[in-house]
Nanobody, 127 residues
Framework: QVQLVESGGGLVQPGGSLRLSCTTFGFTLPYYGIGWFRQAPGKEREGVSYISSSAGNTYYADSVKGRFTISRDNAKSTVYLQMNSLRPEDTAVYYC????????????????????WGQGTQVTVSS
């Protein structure tokens, strides 16, 4: 059974850092690209970052470029999102997601193209 479990969220002051983890179960992580998304109250879910499978190419939303870094540890079946210089507008529930099949058109950043989602982890940036 495919599962993605996010962790690492919390309350942090502006300018602070958090590292989110997406631990995966039930499939071979190296074969799949993984995306991070976020959703703030009253807003649509938006793509934050994506890491491809084989080459590990990375992609970022303009709003987080230079502040967030996505990485993967295939041995631990985990994808990370290191978030630095956090801002109040980064406050949201963060989700990781997996594309339905290992091959095909890259799904980033369209949330509709992902088949499996974690339960989300809350990130709150506030003083």
């Amino acid at each position: 059974q495919v599962q993605l479990v996010e962790s690492g969220g919390g309350l942090v002051q502006p300018g602070g850092s958090l590292r989110l983890s997406c631990t995966t179960f039930g499939f071979t992580l190296p074969y799949y690209g993984i995306g991070w998304f976020r959703q703030a109250p009253g807003k649509e879910r938006e793509g934050v970052s994506y890491i491809s499978s084989s080459a590990g190419n990375t992609y970022y939303a303009d709003s987080v470029k230079g502040r967030f870094t996505i990485s993967r540890d295939n041995a631990k079946s985990t994808v990370y999102l290191q978030m630095n210089s956090l801002r109040p507008e980064d406050t949201a529930v963060y989700y990781c997601a997996r594309r339905p099949l290992p091959m095909g058109t890259m799904p980033w950043p369209d949330a509709r193209k992902y088949a499996y989602w974690g339960q989300g982890t809350q990130v709150t940036v506030s003083s």
